[in-house]
């Protein structure tokens, strides 16, 4: 069994057991904390940088 495949079985249990809404639940918690470590770290200007950059495309 590949990684790719275990992976996925994985993921079917747990979509099974918990409901596709636990997805989007530890999804939403896992975002939200990356972004406060990420603000901490660079600060709000950090945002501000990319956000230039993103819309100068």
């Given at each position: 069994?590949?990684?790719?495949?275990?992976?996925?079985?994985g993921?079917?249990?747990?979509?099974?057991?918990?409901?596709?809404?636990?997805?989007?639940?530890?999804?939403?918690?896992?975002?939200k904390?990356g972004?406060?470590?990420t603000?901490?770290?660079?600060?709000?200007?950090?945002?501000?940088?990319?956000?230039?950059?993103?819309?100068?495309?």
């Amino acid at each position: 069994m590949s990684r790719a495949e275990a992976g996925r079985k994985g993921g079917m249990t747990t979509k099974q057991r918990h409901g596709e809404e636990f997805f989007g639940k530890i999804g939403r918690i896992g975002g939200k904390k990356g972004g406060d470590t990420t603000k901490r770290r660079y600060g709000v200007e950090f945002y501000q940088r990319i956000g230039r950059k993103g819309g100068s495309k």
